[in-house]
């Protein structure tokens, strides 16, 4: 079965950082891009980066520009997002997600996926 599985959320003050990973089985990921998403309480779930196979492209949300860094190691079919300069803002449940096949155009959004990892909770307090 095909599986991703998410650590490293935590509590952290405004102005830290964490770094979330997100570890694949059942399936390589190497061909295709992989994004991360989050759901804060009371809201929809939201883009937030992703990362081209190759690791040679990403793209962000406005939201988390400069500040957010996806990377992934293909070697461990891990992807990972460093969080610096958190804002209370963060504060949700971030899932990684990867695709079944090629969805170019849909890569920013959650139809663009057909797998996802449990979430990890990131809280940034104030």
């Known amino acids: 079965q095909v599986q991703l599985v998410e650590s490293g959320g935590g509590l952290v003050q405004a102005g830290g950082s964490l770094r979330l990973s997100c570890a694949a089985s059942g399936r390589t990921f190497s061909s295709y891009a992989m994004g991360w998403f989050r759901q804060a309480p009371g809201k929809e779930r939201e883009f937030v980066a992703v990362i081209s196979w190759s690791g040679g492209s990403t793209y962000y949300a406005d939201s988390v520009k400069g500040r957010f860094t996806i990377s992934r190691d293909n070697a461990k079919n891990t992807v990972y997002l460093q969080m610096n300069s958190l804002k209370p803002e963060d504060t949700a449940v971030y899932y990684c997600?990867?695709?079944?096949?090629?969805?170019?155009?849909?890569?920013?959004?959650?139809?663009?996926?057909?797998?996802w990892g449990q979430g990890t909770q990131v809280t940034v307090s104030s």
């Open positions: 997600a990867g695709p079944s096949g090629h969805h170019p155009t849909l890569e920013l959004m959650e139809g663009g996926y057909d797998y």
